[in-house]
């Protein structure tokens, strides 16, 4: 069965650069949702988007932002790195908001260095 | 607010034997949705088990079993003849009715000795 597609699956970079991480969801999926989880730690919730447009949000941090598009892959930004920003993002998808079952990704690693 | 406690940081099962991880939760919605997800050393995130909060009957998933007290607000989950990749971090999820994030407990590291 087709999975959660994450790209890239590793990423390297410096402080203070850019980053765009790429989550193309399980087909028929209209739901997604972005998780930081940084070492030793649970997922945290970004934030997630329905229909294209953006459905909730946590703890997601002004320097990053997120969109969806019209074939529902979604990117997230993410600029001005700090090394605190090295962690696993996982990217999650569901079959619509009210579906509860989210079936996640492989992760894609950032580290900063 | 919605929290999930997971109290138990470490467990270790013999292989072939059954264990229990357990979660306490806090919410003040009626509908919610309780998840156990397994993270192998991969780091994929590994959906095992699901509840309904309207369900009284508890889920069963194969070898996986949860025990679900709504008024304790209790979900536990069982692993039945445990095997060696079942070796994993279990975390235990909320999904709060009218909002879909999932909240994670801090996660159960769990070792099967052969």
């Known amino acids: 069965a087709a999975g959660v597609i994450q790209s890239p699956r590793h990423l390297i970079k410096e402080k203070r650069e850019t980053a765009t991480l790429k989550c193309y969801p399980i087909p028929r999926h209209d739901t997604v949702y972005w998780y930081q989880q940084g070492p030793g730690q649970d997922p945290q919730f970004l934030i997630s988007f329905y229909e294209k447009m953006q459905s909730d949000k946590g703890s997601i941090p002004d320097r990053f932002s997120a969109q969806q598009f019209s074939d529902y892959h979604s990117e997230l930004n993410m600029s001005s790195l700090e090394l605190g920003d090295s962690a696993l993002y996982f990217c999650?998808?569901?079959?619509?908001?009210?579906?509860?079952?989210?079936?996640f990704g492989p992760g894609t690693r950032l580290t900063v260095t | 607010a919605q929290t999930v406690t997971q109290s138990q940081p470490e467990m270790s099962v013999q292989e072939a034997e059954t264990v229990t991880l357990s979660c306490t939760y806090d919410?003040?919605?009626?509908?919610?949705?309780l998840f156990w997800y397994k993270q192998p050393p991969s780091r994929q995130m590994i959906l095992v088990i699901r509840q309904e909060a309207y369900k009284q009957q508890n889920a069963t998933e194969n070898r996986f079993s949860v025990n679900f007290q709504k008024a304790a607000k209790s979900f536990s989950l069982k692993i039945s003849d445990s095997q060696l990749g079942d070796a994993a971090m279990y975390f235990c999820a909320l999904n709060q009715g009218g909002s879909e994030k999932l909240v994670f407990g801090k996660g159960t590291k769990l070792t099967v000795n052969p």
């Open positions: 919410t003040s919605e009626s509908d919610y949705y």
């Open positions: 999650a998808s569901s079959l619509s908001p009210r579906a509860y079952e989210q079936y």
